[in-house]
C-alpha cells in the first residue's frame, strides 16, 4: 500500500486548501478511507472518514468546514479544508481505515503526510 498525500501550505485564516491522497495497493471502492491529523506535541487525531457507500463524519471542530470526498476512478481521496483556523494547524494524513466511521482506526501505514500551516 502506497499513500501520497499533497496539497499543504501556509495560508492565511479564513483560507482554503485541498488536499489530495493518492493510493495504490488499496481500492478506495471497497475500503473505509480516513484523513487523520497531527499537531505537534499532540496525539494523531481522526479528521474525517468516509465509508464504503459514500457516507462520511467528521470530527466536531472541522464540521462545517471541511468536506471528505474520492474519485474512486483515480483511487484518490480528498479533504477540502475552508474557513482555516490556526488550531488547524497540523501534518495531514491519510488512511485507509476499519471499525464504525466516528472511531475509524488506520488500518495502512503512514504515509508522509502534508503539512497545513495557517497564520493569524
Known amino acids: 500500500v502506497r499513500l501520497v498525500e499533497s496539497g499543504g501550505d501556509l495560508v492565511q485564516a479564513g483560507g482554503s486548501l485541498k488536499l489530495s491522497c493518492a493510493a495504490s495497493?488499496?481500492?478506495?471502492?471497497?475500503?473505509?478511507m480516513g484523513w487523520y491529523r497531527q499537531a505537534p506535541g499532540k496525539e494523531r487525531e481522526l479528521v474525517a472518514a468516509?465509508?464504503?457507500?459514500?457516507?462520511?463524519v467528521y470530527r466536531d471542530s472541522v464540521k462545517g468546514r471541511f468536506s471528505i470526498s474520492r474519485d474512486t476512478g483515480q483511487n484518490t481521496l480528498y479533504l477540502q479544508l475552508n474557513v482555516l483556523k490556526p488550531e488547524d494547524t497540523a501534518q495531514y494524513y491519510c488512511a485507509g481505515c476499519f471499525g464504525g466511521l466516528h472511531g475509524c482506526k488506520a488500518l495502512t501505514s503512514w504515509g508522509k503526510g502534508t503539512q497545513v500551516t495557517v497564520s493569524t
Open positions: 495497493g488499496i481500492n478506495l471502492r471497497i475500503n473505509h
Open positions: 468516509i465509508s464504503i457507500d459514500g457516507g462520511t
